[in-house]
């Protein structure tokens, strides 16, 4: 079993849609979680950081943490097509030494069309 | 992003080399990661350093010596690779201690072993 893991997509919006981002973790006492988008090519942005159940917004990202449920989403709305990238969801799991170790999943591949 | 450098942004090595990759973060950070990203595969964390000291080694092979002389600067020291480890490096920069705080990447080194 996959300790983060993602959807790998591709998934596919039309341009102003919603588009819904999911990613679960195996370890319940995963403390802190991570978005990060990244182009094609380039480096892996920060996006988002979530730290209790529920949700935290900022603009047009809303990041959805449910740590019964063990997961995390992040929902893009009015998704535009320079929103096309790879998401990488990253988890701090439970330390067995450190606890800066962040845990990324595969990614999904987002595409918005115009 | 002038945050965290990384040098050189490309790389070509035969497998009897040694090379050296850099990293610069301008964010007054204590801890430095080292992360490997090939394709089609989730990001590697291979070093921690947090307050100068290193306090991860994820199983890295001794061909790849970090080393970090302050909490700016951190380096990567290759010598004698395979060519499976081409991949992207990628440099990450975080405030210091035990809560994971969220990372910044810098642009990251394309790496070619031929």
């Known amino acids: 079993q996959k300790e983060v893991e993602q959807n790998s997509g591709p998934l596919s919006v039309p341009e102003g849609a919603i588009a819904s981002l999911n990613c679960t973790y195996s370890?319940?006492?995963?403390?802190?979680f991570f978005w990060y988008r990244q182009y094609s090519g380039k480096s892996p942005e920060l996006i988002m950081s979530?730290?209790?159940?529920g949700d935290k917004e900022d603009g047009r990202f809303t990041a959805q943490l449910n740590k019964a449920s063990q997961y995390v989403s992040l929902l893009i709305r009015d998704s535009q097509p320079s929103d096309s990238a790879t998401y990488l969801c990253a988890v701090s799991l439970r330390p067995s030494g450190s606890a800066r170790q962040l845990t990324f999943g595969s990614g999904t591949q987002l595409t918005v069309l115009p | 992003e002038t945050g965290v450098t990384q040098t050189p942004r490309h790389l070509v090595m035969g497998m009897t080399n040694k090379k050296s990759l850099k990293c610069e973060q301008h964010?007054?950070?204590?801890?430095m990661y080292w992360y490997k990203q090939s394709a089609k595969k989730p990001l590697e964390l291979m070093f921690v350093y947090n307050f100068k000291e290193q306090t991860e080694n994820n199983s890295v092979p001794s061909r790849f010596s970090p080393e970090c002389p302050n909490s700016s600067h951190l380096f990567l020291h290759l010598h004698t690779l395979q060519p499976e480890d081409s991949a992207l490096y990628l440099c990450?920069?975080?405030?210091?201690?035990?809560?994971?705080?969220?990372?910044?990447f810098g642009p990251g080194t394309r790496l070619t072993v031929t």
């Open positions: 979530i730290y209790s159940n």
């Open positions: 964010l007054g950070h204590n801890a």
């Open positions: 990450a920069s975080s405030q210091g201690g035990r809560v994971p705080y969220e990372q910044y």
């Open positions: 370890d319940r006492g995963s403390q802190s």
